[in-house]
């Protein structure tokens, strides 16, 4: 199986990456919380599933700190795995934002999409 991860910042074009995958005629999945991934695979695979792409970010609250262990058991399972993380300056990110009006996942009251967005990269940062 060939399974490409996509991860990085909320802004990055995360979608827009796991939407090329799909119309290359992989099975995707956005947003899984990283303890689900290896069932996730294990599951395709048996059902035959030869591409997949799935991404895990921040959405996930807590659980993408657990991505690296993920990514070193599914390494042991003899996967053809590609994994990519999409990075943005800070001012295209903020840009992003404004244009589209939605809010960053960690954007709070008590966090401006600024803080959210140095939040993120610390939260990330393995």
């Known amino acids: 199986m060939h399974l490409v991860l996509i991860s990085g910042l909320s802004g990055s074009g995360k979608s827009i990456a796991l939407k090329v995958l799909e119309d290359a005629n992989y099975y995707c999945v956005d947003n899984l919380p990283s303890q689900l991934l290896q ?3 294990g ?3 048996l059902q035959g599933y030869d591409k997949v792409g799935v991404v ?3 959405r996930g609250g807590d659980s993408v700190a657990m991505l690296p262990l993920q990514l070193d058991a599914l390494r042991a399972n003899e996967l053809d795995l590609q994994f990519l993380f999409l990075d943005a300056q800070d001012a295209t ?3 992003r934002y404004s244009e589209t009006r939605r809010r960053h996942p960690l954007a709070s009251d008590r966090l401006t999409l600024t803080e ?4 993120e990269r ?3 940062g393995e």
């Open 122 to 124: 610390i939260r990330l």
């Open 43 to 45: 599951q395709l695979d």
């Open 56 to 58: 895990i970010d921040i």
């Open 93 to 95: 990110l903020i840009k």
């Open 116 to 119: 959210a967005i140095a939040e």
């Open 39 to 41: 069932q996730l695979v």
